[in-house]
C-alpha cells in the first residue's frame, strides 16, 4: 500500500473481510481474538502509510446466506458485531466503518433500513463505543448500485439513519457502479461513463438532501474505452464540488 500512496497519491483504500472469519465461524457479535488479531495487521499496515483505511464487512448482509434480521442473525447481534468493532478503532479519525458490502434481494428496504432495523442498530452501536466522529459507509439495496439508488428508494430509505444526537454527520452513503455493460465489473469493455443514467440522478438527490456518498467500487478493463469513459466519469464526479461541498466522492487520487 506504500507505494500506491508515496508514488500515486491514494489516500483510501478499502479492506474487505468477512463476518465468519472475524468471529471464526460463529453467527454472533464477539470477536474471535486471533482472527481479530490478523485482520488488525492488514488494518495497520494500511493506517502506517497515512491514508483512511476502510473496514468493510464483505457479506452481502447475509450470515451464512441468511439476511440478517429477517430469518439469519439478529439486529442486536450485528450491532454487537460493530459495537465490539468500533471499540477497537474509536480513537483512530482515519478509519472508515463501511457497515456492509452490497446488500441485494432485500424484501423492503425502507423496513430494513429504518429506525430500530438494522443499520440504525449499527449506526448507534458504534457511536455509543466511542466512535463519535469517523464515517459511516451506508449502502442500498440492488448490491448498492449508484444507478438505483434513488429509484429503488434506497437513498429515501437510508436518509432516515440518524447518529444517537439526532444528526447525519458523517453518515455517508456508499455506492458501487461498474462500466460494462451489465455492471458486474468482469468484462474487459466499458459501454458507458453511468453519467446520464447513475450519477446525475444521484448527485441531483444528494445535493437537495445536503447528503454525500463515496463511490467505493468501480472500474474496468486495461482498454481504451475504459480509459475514455472512466476518465469521463471521474471528471464528472470533481466537477460537482463547489468547493464547499462535494456530494460525491472517489477513493482515488489526492492528486
Given at each position: ?54 473496514i468493510d464487512i464483505h457479506n452481502y448482509a447475509r450470515?451464512d446466506g441468511q439476511i440478517i434480521g429477517q430469518g ?150 486495461n482498454v481504451d474505452s475504459c480509459v475514455g469513459y ?26
Amino acid at each position: 500500500m506504500q507505494h500506491f500512496v508515496k508514488d500515486d497519491g491514494y489516500n483510501v483504500f478499502r479492506l474487505p473481510v468477512g463476518w465468519q472469519y472475524l468471529t471464526y465461524n460463529q453467527s454472533t457479535g464477539v470477536l474471535n481474538g486471533t482472527q481479530f488479531s490478523n485482520y488488525n495487521m492488514l488494518v495497520s499496515d494500511c493506517l502506517s502509510t497515512g491514508a483512511y483505511c476502510e473496514i468493510d464487512i464483505h457479506n452481502y448482509a447475509r450470515y451464512d446466506g441468511q439476511i440478517i434480521g429477517q430469518g439469519g442473525p439478529s439486529n442486536e447481534i450485528f450491532a454487537d458485531l460493530w459495537f465490539n468493532i468500533a471499540s477497537y478503532w474509536k480513537n483512530e479519525p482515519k478509519v472508515i466503518f463501511g457497515v456492509m458490502n452490497e446488500p441485494h434481494d432485500i424484501p423492503n428496504i425502507t423496513t430494513w433500513a429504518e429506525s430500530g432495523m438494522i443499520f440504525q442498530y449499527a449506526v448507534t452501536a458504534i457511536r455509543e463505543a466511542g466512535a463519535s466522529t469517523q464515517m459511516i459507509l451506508l449502502p442500498g439495496n440492488n448490491y448498492t448500485s449508484a444507478q438505483t439508488f434513488v429509484s429503488s428508494g434506497s437513498a429515501e430509505a437510508l436518509g432516515m439513519v440518524r447518529n444517537p444526537d439526532g444528526t447525519f454527520t458523517n453518515l455517508i452513503m456508499d455506492v458501487h457502479k461498474y462500466l460494462d455493460y451489465d455492471n458486474s465489473g468482469t468484462h474487459a469493455a466499458c459501454v458507458t461513463n453511468n453519467i446520464e443514467d447513475a450519477w446525475y440522478p444521484l448527485t441531483t438527490w444528494l445535493r437537495a438532501n445536503g447528503r454525500q456518498a463515496l463511490n467505493t467500487e468501480t472500474g474496468g478493463g486495461n482498454v481504451d474505452s475504459c480509459v475514455g469513459y472512466i476518465s469521463q466519469q471521474i471528471g464528472y464526479q470533481a466537477a460537482q464540488s463547489d468547493g464547499s461541498f462535494s456530494p460525491i466522492t472517489m477513493p482515488y487520487k489526492s492528486r
